[in-house]
């Protein structure tokens, strides 16, 4: 359908139902526009939208003052900066969703954020985990030959029958590799999705989205 043709469902749904929440008088539809959502709110939707932006902002606030801790207690070296990166985790998150809430059209390049910034935590938390350890020669001579469970979720939890690994170099290189190809590969199929996007290919509301695949990939 046209967005023409949707936003007079839109007006029409309004018209018979004023109260209605804003779940249902944009469920099926394409995403609606900030103005839209600032004109159709009710009382409920107000409170929540309020609370939610609320909460966002403590976020924010809350990471400031750690950066501010770190600034004026931690040397400057990498183990700070790896730890702001990783602080930063919840306050981009509830950044970037609290930004796709108020503009729903915008979703795409919030979602690319979030996949982005949090593809890069993962793999500097690992990197940080070994070097509390002292490095790659400490962690080994610490947990070599120590048993590792392997089925574990989300993707293994149910192959009980899966051995235990032994920590190894070999082992240690490819979780490095397996985190860094998140951080790496995340990136790169993000943008492609967010190109397709651009280009028209596919639509926000559009449940066989590319998107999908990518993140199974």
């Not at 600032?38 to 809350?62: E, W």
């Not at 170099?169 to 999705?193: D, E, H, Y």
Request: overall charge positive; hydrophobic content about 45%.
């Amino acid at each position: 359908p046209s967005g023409r043709q949707a936003g007079s469902r839109r007006a029409g749904a309004m018209a018979g139902s004023p109260n209605r929440s804003l779940e249902l008088l944009y469920c099926g539809s394409s995403p609606p526009e900030a103005a839209e959502i600032l004109k159709d709110m009710n009382l409920p939707a107000i409170i929540l939208y309020s609370v939610l932006t609320l909460m966002a902002v403590i976020a924010n606030l809350v990471y400031l003052e750690e950066v501010i801790y770190l600034l004026r207690k931690v040397p400057s070296t990498n183990r700070r900066a790896t730890i702001m990166w990783i602080s930063g985790a919840a306050p981009v998150i509830a950044s970037t969703s609290c930004i796709g809430m108020w503009v729903p059209l915008a979703s795409m390049i919030t979602d690319l954020t979030t996949a982005v910034y949090f593809a890069i935590v993962i793999h500097k938390f690992q990197r940080m985990m070994i070097e509390e350890f002292g490095g790659d020669e400490a962690f080994l001579e610490r947990f070599e030959n120590t048993p590792v469970k392997m089925s574990t979720g989300p993707c293994c939890c149910c192959c009980l029958c899966l051995p235990f690994g032994k920590i190894s170099r070999r082992l240690m290189f490819m979780l490095k590799m397996g985190t860094f190809q998140l951080a790496f590969l995340r990136p790169v199929l993000m943008i492609f999705t967010l190109v397709l996007w651009v280009n028209g290919t596919f639509s926000l509301d559009d449940a066989n989205r590319p998107l999908n695949s990518l993140n199974s990939v």
